[in-house]
């Protein structure tokens, strides 16, 4: 779970009105160093060359993440994340015939022993136990044909970097950077995990996962609390449901779940491939061609059919707890891809928390003093689906949350009745236009953003277009849409209430 | 150059026939068959070291990507060297020293000036040293530029940012107990070096409320002077013209003294258990750790190399066994630390649920026994050398990054061609070099063990492993506050 402060999707430049002279990127210009290919299968391919060292990165966008799991199985888009890691059918195996029967084996085992756990009435203990060992000797036996970390070694002994994934709320990506002698090995390696996922260590790894979420939930306070500010917050949308998945559904979902998962997610159309760097787009998509080109041609899955419903009237979630406070709240607000909308609020939060002159920092931090970090930010928690616009902030010793909320309101209100400045206004541009240029000089960075603008929105150059409709904001946009969001009755509160004084500090003098 | 492009185009045609070849469908080659061919030669781009009469050092990168100029100076003296008495008085320095503004301008009017053109002139501290740093497009360099001199010239510190800083800090110390990896980390640090050492120790609500504005004074006057500062500048310009635009600004500027580092003593830890309790977590987080060494001792290369398969990579052991095997984290790694003038520290973290905190600490004394009783293989050497040697080229794959490191060298007075040496001693290290550091640096006997985590749970008490020093980590008041408003962390148990 993260808050994505200056998200990938609001960037952006038009570059045409920056005091930009001759060596400067634009749009144009990074048009004829990009091409896209979608292949046969519905895979699209983004080649972006970039001739700087011999070095290239990728991203890999597969358009699914928690948001298609339901009650049951909660985490299994992460859970399938972690599994992509494991090999190949020959990749990290001694020999697949013989560990193909025997993870069969661990499934049919798994099965009676959770069928048998989980009833409700007439449980036979001696039974469970039984059925318990026949699983683990399965695994034991499947054991023995793992070339533990095979997948891992390969990519990290030919001299991958960053070599990661991470999933979201409607995402899932992964991503390294290789020198650039490795481009048909790294076509090899990414395409092989998709076209021949094995999963091997499968009740292991879960074990692994659920300690992720021990350490970004359960044992940090903020994760406690956001965990219950979004369940509020969205009582219908997927977006209510954390990434890593609820304790129940870590303890009992099954490989053979995680298979099906990707059988019907991972298909060609739902993935976007961006390779940045040193490679010579000519050589590169024939490469591309012949590797990914070999994943099943298979339909898309339907959208996802559950909106949230408007909400009537306002929420609030207290966590009472040993820690600081923290004060959050939330509006319900239409998804990034309404490009009408979107830009406005990627304004607000330009507006509200970008630095020392934004509005939070100059009320609530310099003159207040209540707060040691205040803002407010678009797309929580994410942007595919109507997300929310949250304004968040960190009291200083002996303030409260009340405190904050009080001081924040104010702000919203003079949204609401008070255009906001020519210099706000010119400055918001400058900076979105200066801030994607920054973005273009980093393989890593690039991959990502033109991946996910192209799986997101379709098309890469999103990223750039959404800076060019910021650039024709009116501040008539910026009231209007203060107006219409930031109303009592679509408000969702989240606090922190410290269960104990913090080092005793009470005014500030 | 020419064999390269060939055996491109020979590729390409193959791969091209033998997809028109219904058999290639979906059985490509395996991993091992798929040729590397060898990487294009590649001379990263050397900044331009220029000194001045006032000693005074300034890289110039150009880099004509894009349409900025970044540039950091960097000026010895930092947090450790700043009085006991006084902790926190860098850190303050280094936000009023930007926020404070200059003798002609006050902060807010530069946050104003420079966000209304995408610029940002930033300052901070760090633990030796402090830095002023400018990020902006190449059009407005000029006038950024002279809002950076001026701060190193003519800072003001306006005393009204002087509490806006403190309370920053008195607000990370007030929350400095609500991350458990947060409080591991800081109290192992504390273990290792131990807890008044100017490497370890933490500023408290006391020697926050003790510095001054007389005191950013004084150290401004103490440390900034041309002979303690390295320039640093990349982006979209000529040489040339920055190289006159810099002296212009600083030639005149004069010498002045050069404070000596602190002499710090490094004893390493006392060994044992030591316990955290925090009850609000059901994860503890583990320790371990005792004193590594630095990067110009000739070990160096075989550390890096043992590192890497001791527990720096996904696919070392500490990974494999204690992730993958035994399902016992989410998170751990570890290896021996390393810093350029000060020793670094052996290091193993990982965090297991609570009621598994015996058997990881368990795992984890397995590992280390491990380098004895199954030493590294040449299949394990092999392994990490080629990916450090692989992976070399991102060490200066961007001329941001070249100048970053030729800076560092630099500043630490390390030969400019470090990084050279650096791929020479990979190269050389024997299986026989990486089993004599781990031997010399991991003694299991001379290990701090530190637990952060709620003990009513774990699977055996700590005291199984020996005598247990519990450590308080409740925050001391700040001076005069009312001794009722405080309670620690450590209630109803």
Redesign the interface.
């Known amino acids: 779970m993260r808050i994505r402060a200056l998200s990938i999707l609001l960037g952006g430049a038009l570059f045409a009105a920056l005091p930009v002279t001759s060596s400067g990127q634009d749009l144009a210009s990074l048009e004829k160093q990009v091409t896209v290919k979608v292949l046969d299968n519905g895979l699209t391919v983004v080649v972006c060359e970039r001739h700087e060292a011999p070095v290239f990165s990728f991203f890999t966008h597969v358009d699914v993440g928690s948001d298609r799991e339901y009650p049951g199985i909660t985490g299994l888009a992460h859970m399938f994340e972690h599994m992509a890691f494991k090999g190949t059918d020959k990749i990290g195996t001694k020999d697949w015939p013989a560990e193909k029967v025997a993870l069969a084996k661990v499934e049919t085992t798994y099965a009676a022993y959770d069928r048998e756990r989980r009833r409700e009435f007439g449980r036979d203990e001696q039974k469970v136990a039984e059925l318990k060992k026949a699983w683990e000797d399965a695994i034991a036996e499947a054991q023995t044909y793992v070339v533990p970390h095979a997948f891992d070694e390969i990519v990290e002994e030919n001299g991958g970097v960053g070599l990661n994934a991470f999933t979201t709320n409607e995402e899932t990506a992964y991503h390294y950077s290789f020198p650039v002698n490795r481009v048909e090995l790294w076509a090899y390696l990414e395409s092989e995990r998709f076209l021949h996922p094995v999963m091997r260590e499968f009740y292991k790894e879960r074990d692994v996962v659920y300690e992720e979420r021990r350490m970004r939930t359960d044992s940090d306070p903020n994760g406690r609390l956001f965990e219950q500010f979004l369940g509020t917050a969205f009582i219908a949308h997927p977006y209510g449901r954390p990434v890593v998945g609820w304790p129940s559904d870590l303890k009992t979902f099954s490989a053979t779940d995680a298979e099906n998962f990707f059988e019907k997610y991972y298909v060609a159309p739902n993935i976007v491939v961006a390779i940045v760097g040193d490679v010579k787009t000519a050589e590169v998509l024939p490469i591309v061609q012949q590797y990914f080109g070999r994943l099943p041609k298979r339909p898309q899955p339907e959208p996802l059919a559950t909106v949230e419903p408007a909400q009537d009237s306002q929420r609030q979630v207290t966590v009472q707890d040993p820690a600081q406070p923290l004060y959050v709240e939330g509006y319900h607000k239409p998804s990034a891809r309404d490009t009408k909308e979107e830009p406005v609020f990627d304004a607000l939060q330009d507006l509200l928390s970008n630095g020392r002159t934004s509005r939070l920092y100059r009320s609530l931090v310099r003159d207040k003093k209540i707060a040691a970090f205040a803002g407010g930010f678009n797309d929580f928690p994410g942007a595919k689906y109507p997300d929310l616009f949250v304004f968040f902030a960190f009291p200083t010793p002996g303030h409260t949350p009340g405190e904050l909320r009080d001081a924040i309101r104010p702000e919203i209100e003079r949204l609401k009745t008070e255009d906001i400045t020519d210099d706000e206004l010119a400055m918001i541009k400058t900076r979105s236009k200066a801030d994607l240029l920054r973005t273009l000089g980093d393989n890593a960075g690039l991959a990502s953003q033109f991946a996910t603008a192209q799986g997101v929105f379709g098309d890469w150059r999103e990223f750039f277009h959404e800076v060019q409709r910021m650039d024709q904001l009116q501040k008539a946009d910026i009231r209007r849409v203060a107006n219409q969001t930031f109303v009592d009755s679509n408000r969702v509160l989240g606090m922190i209430e410290s269960t104990q004084m913090a080092g005793g500090r009470k005014k500030q003098q | 150059m020419m064999a390269q492009d060939r055996f491109?185009s020979i590729?390409?045609l193959t791969?091209?026939l033998?997809?028109l070849l219904p058999a290639a469908?979906?059985q490509?080659a395996?991993?091992r068959q798929?040729?590397?061919?060898?990487?294009?030669a590649?001379n990263?781009q050397e900044p331009r070291r220029v000194e001045l009469h006032n000693g005074m050092v300034i890289f110039l990168q150009e880099d004509?990507?894009?349409?900025?100029i970044r540039g950091t100076a960097r000026i010895r003296g930092g947090s450790r060297d700043e009085p006991a008495t006084k902790i926190g008085l860098a850190a303050i320095y280094g936000q009023v020293w930007r926020?404070g503004g200059t003798r002609s301008r006050t902060?807010?009017d530069l946050?104003?000036y420079l966000?209304?053109?995408?610029a940002r002139v930033e300052t901070g501290g760090g633990i030796d040293s402090t830095s002023i740093s400018l990020d902006c497009?190449k059009?407005?360099f000029d006038e950024v530029f002279k809002i950076f001199v001026e701060l190193l010239r003519e800072p003001e510190f306006r005393d009204d940012k002087v509490?806006?800083a403190k309370?920053?800090l008195?607000?990370?110390?007030?929350?400095r107990n609500?991350?458990?990896?947060g409080v591991a980390a800081r109290e192992a640090q504390k273990l290792g070096y131990g807890a008044n050492s100017p490497y370890a120790r933490q500023p408290e609500?006391a020697t926050v409320a003790a510095v001054t504005r007389d005191d950013l004074v004084n150290w401004h006057n103490t440390y900034v002077h041309p002979n303690n500062v390295i320039l640093g500048v990349v982006g979209?310009f000529d040489s040339k013209t920055m190289e006159e635009k810099i002296r212009t600004a600083f030639d005149s500027w004069p010498k002045g003294p050069a404070p000596a580092p602190p002499q710090v003593s490094f004893n390493g830890p006392k060994p044992g258990m030591y316990l955290v309790q925090k009850?609000?977590?059901?994860?503890s987080n583990i320790r371990m750790v005792e004193l590594g060494t630095r990067r110009d001792n000739p070990d160096y290369y075989a550390i890096t190399v043992f590192n890497e398969i001791f527990g720096g990579?996904?696919?070392s052991r500490l990974?494999?066994d204690v992730?993958?095997?035994?399902?016992?984290?989410?998170?751990v790694g570890g290896g021996i630390g390393t810093a350029f003038d000060h020793p670094g520290l052996f290091q193993i973290s990982m965090?297991?649920?609570s009621g598994t905190t015996a058997a990881a600490i368990d795992a984890l004394y397995e590992e280390i026994d491990g380098l004895k009783t199954r030493p590294p293989t040449e299949e394990e050497l092999?392994?990490a050398k080629?990916?450090i040697?692989?992976?070399?080229?991102?060490e200066?794959?961007?001329?941001g990054k070249v100048l970053q490191e030729r800076m560092s060298y630099e500043f630490y007075g390390y030969p400019a061609d470090f990084l050279e040496r650096y791929r020479a001693g990979i190269e050389k290290v024997s299986l026989e070099d990486v089993q004599r550091v781990a031997q010399k640096y991991v003694h299991k006997d001379g290990l701090a063990v530190l637990v952060v985590g709620k003990a009513a749970d774990f699977d055996k008490p700590l005291t199984s492993f020996g005598p247990v020093a519990d450590i308080d980590i409740s925050?001391?008041?700040?001076p005069g506050?009312?001794k009722a408003?405080?309670?620690t962390?450590s209630?109803a148990r």
Do not use: C, M
């Not at chain 2, 004509?64 to 900025?68: A, H, N, Q, R, T």
């Not at chain 2, 992730?323 to 998170?331: D, F, Q």
């Not at chain 2, 200066?396 to 001329?399: G, I, L, T």
């Not at chain 2, 925050?475 to 700040?478: H, L, N, S």
């Open positions: 491109r590729l390409v791969l091209s033998s997809s469908k979906g490509v395996d991993w798929i040729v590397i061919p060898p990487l294009p590649f990263p004509l990507e894009l349409p900025f926020t902060g807010d946050d104003d966000e209304a053109r995408a497009l059009d407005n509490p806006l309370n920053q008195d607000t990370g110390i007030a929350r609500d991350e458990p990896a609500y979209d009850d609000d977590v059901n994860q990579s996904f696919s990974v494999e992730r993958t095997k035994k399902g016992l984290a989410y998170h965090g297991t649920k092999k392994r080629d990916s040697l692989n992976s070399f080229v991102f200066f794959d961007s001329k925050i001391p008041p700040p506050a009312a408003a405080i309670s962390t209630e």
